[in-house]
């Protein structure tokens, strides 16, 4: 069954630095998304992408942050400058088209920004 | 925005019991998901909702998409420890008619399982 891949699995960075989260959605689905889950709390939207654009942010989602579907395959999230507040797991999640909305996750990033 | 609260927060009970959450909105909601999250793990799509008075299946899981539209509700029937997890109800937010299908979520029923 087709799945969404998510690398790293963990990463750990300082702060100030760049970062790079690397997701490969599902291979026929048009929309895709990044949610951040700070620990021991809900799951929250970033940013849909659609048509080689976002269509779509959140306030969390500020100019540290931007997302580039570079190639046919991988979605990625870029945080230029990491704050310690950014650690949280990150998961990138891809869905079929405009009928229907039902969104799969992949497993996750975790980074710890120190 | 939109906010989705879950009840109970968290749940405790014996394996082979059934289980009972819900799933409620201040606003209307045209679809309704539940998730499932295990430790550490992206959580996964269990349930979908597309029709107000909708009971699905899935398994030993039945949801329901409220008469309302503002809430929903997830039975678990005859628990085993693997039920163990983190539950969310979801809703794709609609913003003046425009929706690119964001996920609003609850804040989640944690089920704990004993054997």
């Known amino acids: 069954e087709p799945e969404v891949t998510q690398t790293p699995s963990h990463q750990v960075t300082q702060m100030g630095q760049e970062v790079i989260l690397r997701c490969v959605p599902i291979?026929?689905?048009?929309?895709f998304y990044w949610y951040r889950q700070i620990l021991g709390q809900k799951v929250e939207f970033l940013v849909s992408?659609?048509?080689?654009?976002?269509?779509?942010k959140s306030e969390i989602f500020d100019d540290q942050f931007s997302v580039e579907r570079p190639d046919g395959s991988n979605f990625t999230l870029k945080i230029r400058s990491t704050k310690l507040e950014d650690s949280a797991m990150y998961f990138c999640?891809?869905?079929?088209?405009?009928?229907?909305?039902?969104?799969?996750f992949g497993p996750g990033t975790r980074l710890t920004v120190t | 925005g939109q906010q989705l609260n879950q009840s109970p927060q968290s749940m405790f009970i014996q394996e082979g019991e059934d289980v009972s959450m819900n799933c409620t909105s201040s606003s209307i909601f045209n679809t309704w998901l539940w998730y499932k999250q295990d430790p550490g793990e992206g959580p996964v799509l269990l349930i979908a909702?597309?029709?107000?008075?909708e009971l699905t299946s899935n398994g030993r899981l039945t949801a329901q998409f409220g008469i309302t539209r503002k809430d929903s509700f997830l039975n678990i029937s005859a628990s085993i420890p693997s039920d163990v997890g983190i539950y969310f109800c979801?809703?794709?937010?609609?913003?003046?008619?425009?929706?690119?299908?964001?996920?609003?979520f609850g804040q989640g029923t944690i089920l704990t399982v004993h054997p």
């Open positions: 999640a891809s869905r079929l088209g405009t009928v229907r909305y039902e969104q799969y």
């Open positions: 909702l597309y029709k107000a008075g």
């Open positions: 291979s026929n689905h048009l929309y």
């Open positions: 979801a809703g794709p937010s609609d913003a003046g008619g425009t929706s690119y299908g964001k996920l609003t």
């Open positions: 992408f659609y048509n080689n654009e976002i269509s779509e």
